[in-house]
């Protein structure tokens, strides 16, 4: 399986725009789906964005518009570019990695903490 590490989190202000990326093991030109989840304080873990090998990209309704998902597979890395943030948008912020032959299992990064304080 491949390894995911999460990286660019950190304190932000309210309508900060930070961009957490999520580094590879190995190549991810090969993964069908690579996105990101996070889970809040209280919260169950929530989908956010998720990109396909052919570019297809996937928002979860409160971050459409205000987030861009995107893929560097020359550098294996996938990108979230956070705008407009909002405090309700603090959460532990997780790399995921999907295939199709690997059926229902996912690879999961360890987390990037996100806190949209002033």
């Known amino acids: 399986q491949v390894q995911l590490g999460e990286s660019g989190g950190g304190l932000v202000q309210p309508g900060g725009s930070p961009r957490p990326s999520c580094a590879a093991s190995g190549s991810i030109f090969s993964i069908d789906h690579i996105g990101w989840y996070r889970r809040a304080p209280g919260n169950q873990r929530e989908f956010v964005a998720s990109?396909?090998?052919?570019?297809?990209?996937n928002y979860a309704e409160y971050v459409k518009g205000r987030f861009t998902i995107s893929r560097d597979n020359a550098k294996n890395t996938v990108n979230l570019q956070m705008t407009s943030l909002k405090p309700e948008d603090t959460a532990v912020y997780y790399c995921y990695a999907w295939k199709a032959n690997w059926g229902s299992l996912h690879s999961w990064g360890q987390g990037t903490q996100v806190t949209v304080s002033s």
């Open positions: 990109i396909t090998s052919d570019g297809s990209t």
